[in-house]
């Protein structure tokens, strides 16, 4: 048994090997083979019949170089995802950084995108005076945005000259929008210097008074009627050399009417000009009428 094994698998004469050379199954796989190669020389029936394959299967393929433009396609979209992490990360940074707004406006380019959270917000939001607050956002409304359950996240977008803040909600609508100009962050335009004298305003023409008579009536109004009759006084402590006179504008615009403060400094006279509630003011001229 294991003599045949052997002998079946390793023929030990050269009779042996002839036999399992020429045996009916080599014979056969020899021939087939020699007609495919002598009929493909003679009728090329491989390349007619790679050729109809590829005809019809020509719509189903993608046009030459189609696949070349998938893979740039995909090499620039990686890149633009590497970018927006980037710039995302950027901002993330300028917000974490910021002191305040007007800080924050200034480091965010146009059209840059970041996220303010709750509590960053509030925290950039009672940094600023005041007196600024309100127009940013109504102190009530702003109480509703952040601690009623209505704002789902904050973005903030950079512009030429400012920022715009949007309140969404868990629907993805804006529910609130803030547009914050960089020259109203910084002052609010609620003072102004002006070199000269007070009558080279016209619009207080006819209600110019003495500064002593000035906060005599001032100091006649209720505590709160005073706190909106002169809404930041660092400018006006800011200024060097003697308070002479002080003018009363006669109009107002956003509820709001000038005063203009006259000093007199090394020959120099400036005027600087602050905003104040209308209603103080009127309450302010009341007095002054009667003191005069």
Aim: charged fraction near 25%; aromatic fraction near 10%.
């Amino acid at each position: 048994m294991n003599l045949r094994a052997q002998n079946w698998h390793a023929p030990g004469t050269p009779a042996e090997w002839f036999k399992r050379i020429c045996s009916v199954l080599n014979l056969a796989v020899i021939s087939v083979t020699c007609i495919i190669v002598i009929s493909e020389f003679r009728f090329d029936w491989c390349e007619r019949l790679v050729g109809n394959y590829l005809s019809f299967t020509n719509d189903t393929r993608p046009e030459n170089g189609a696949i070349w433009d998938v893979g740039r396609h995909m090499v620039n979209a990686l890149q633009s995802l590497d970018q927006m992490a980037l710039a995302r990360e950027s901002a993330g940074r300028t917000v974490r950084t910021a002191d305040s707004f007007s800080d924050l406006a200034a480091k965010l380019g146009p059209g840059e995108w970041a996220t303010l959270d709750k509590a960053r917000f509030r925290q950039l939001y009672l940094y600023l005076p005041p007196y600024r607050r309100r127009h940013v956002v109504d102190p009530v409304r702003l109480v509703w945005l952040l601690n009623g359950g209505v704002t789902d996240r904050i973005f903030c977008e950079g512009r030429m000259g400012g920022i715009k803040i949007f309140f969404i909600d868990t629907r993805n609508r804006v529910v609130q929008q803030v547009d914050l100009d960089l020259q109203t962050l910084g002052n609010n335009g609620s003072h102004a210097v002006i070199p000269g004298t007070l009558e080279n305003a016209p619009e207080f023409f006819g209600r110019i008074y003495p500064a002593s008579l000035f906060f005599t009536a001032v100091s006649r109004l209720p505590g709160d009627m005073r706190a909106d009759l002169i809404l930041d006084t660092e400018n006006l402590l800011s200024e060097k050399g003697l308070l002479g006179r002080v003018g009363v504008g006669n109009s107002a615009q956003d509820g709001f009417i000038r005063l203009g403060f006259e000093f007199h400094h090394l020959g120099e006279s400036r005027v600087v000009e602050v905003k104040a509630r209308e209603w103080a003011v009127w309450q302010l001229t009341l007095v002054l009428r009667e003191d005069g």
